[in-house]
DNA sequence: TAGATTGTTAATCGATTAACAATC
DNA sequence: TAGATTGTTAATCGATTAACAATC
């Protein structure tokens, strides 16, 4: 089955898995590589090979099974279990990631939130109530947490995952612009959102010229 | 100067424009490919190269100047000058763009937000009052917008980003999960929020293993 | 001048694309 | 069976790294 899947290949799995999911839904049972790869703007090849990183899902002269690969991305993404996230930071993203519910509706729960604000503190948001991120490390003892959610400013970042660590947290989803320092065998995603404002600049720019 | 810049060379701009501001922050006038590598996690050589897309701006023996590499790819980002963006949608991810101070921080200031909920029309957020999308067309044609952020469901985003390229806006920053079609010209950068959660669950499954 | 470090060319590495035998 | 399409190997392309002459 699976043995070393470039980066590459990785970062396209959440956009093969939501084209099928969108497939499925406009009730389309089987594709092939090529009809895959015209929706997707890659090459049938690329399709057929990035598929076989994990093992052989199609059938020669019929393609693929949507479901039946959209089940099997989505397992190998691990979107087939739930994952409890707490969110370290009640400002503007914080608030908006425990708000949304596109989240919770692909396994990822917000079970709390944290800040350190005395304002913040106590605050309602959605369903759960602010908590003082001194009682973070009592939480922590005391429930499952499988991803933090890094909502708080640059400055608070790094300590905050030192305690998130040394307390076993494996997972960061990172909202603050700085490269987190992690132990080994701890993941972490960045979404540094100023860098992509600074793209869609270049870019533009880039068109006017 | 610029000729053609690869797409991996434009996703690095945002780290070295990010380390750069550090270290004038921290007093450092001068740096090495060789230092400057180190920190970033990146090989001197691949700096270079990097930093020679767009002209010679080292000294031998002496390496380069911090502030004036800082301003350099400041400028060819573009952060230079100011973007006047209008936010598409008031829901959390709109409200939380236009209340962060970090956008305007860097020359991307929100001058208004729209929303089709009857329910939200009127509501402050920060400074703006959010209006009517049935306006968008009006305010388009009495009003300069560079950027607009799109944070609509999925259902409303293309028919919306037709409106607004129609009207003659050149950049988006996408929230939503779909591939939007745009005119040659125009320049999108996603921000798929899903994806990266879904990045982030794949590889602590992969460390398990 | 001597040492350090760039700018740039050449070598290597990895990812994408093409080709095709296997097979449904 | 004949046609279609995969899985997989080989070829190509592009990006990263190494090397080194130029020069501050």
Redesign the pocket.
């Known amino acids: 089955m699976a043995g070393y899947v ?4 990785i970062k396209r799995l959440p956009a093969y898995y939501r084209h099928l999911k969108e497939l499925e839904k406009e009730g389309i049972h089987q594709i ?3 009809g895959l790869g015209n929706r997707m703007h ?5 399709i ?2 990035d ?2 990183c994990f093992g ?9 099974s949507v479901s039946g690969l959209r089940e099997h991305i989505g397992h190998i993404l691990g979107v087939d279990r739930t994952h409890r996230m707490i969110i370290v930071g009640a400002g503007n993203i914080g608030r908006a990631v425990a708000l949304s519910d596109s989240f919770p509706a692909n396994g990822f729960e917000t079970v709390a939130i944290f800040d350190n604000d005395e304002t913040k503190i106590g605050m309602t948001v959605g369903s759960l109530t602010v908590q003082d991120v001194a009682e973070l490390k009592r939480y922590l003892d005391e429930n499952t947490v499988d991803i933090a959610v890094l909502a708080v400013p640059v400055s608070h970042a790094q300590r905050m995952v030192e305690v998130l660590c040394e307390r076993g947290v494996k997972g960061f989803w990172n909202f603050a612009p700085l490269d987190l320092k992690v132990p080994e065998g701890t993941s972490v995603v960045n979404v540094h959102l100023d860098e992509g404002l600074e793209i869609l600049s270049f870019r533009m720019l880039r068109e006017l010229a």
């Open positions: 470039s980066e590459a290949v092939s590589s090529q890659l090459t049938a090849s690329q057929r090979q598929i076989n052989g899902f199609g059938r020669q002269g019929y393609g693929y």
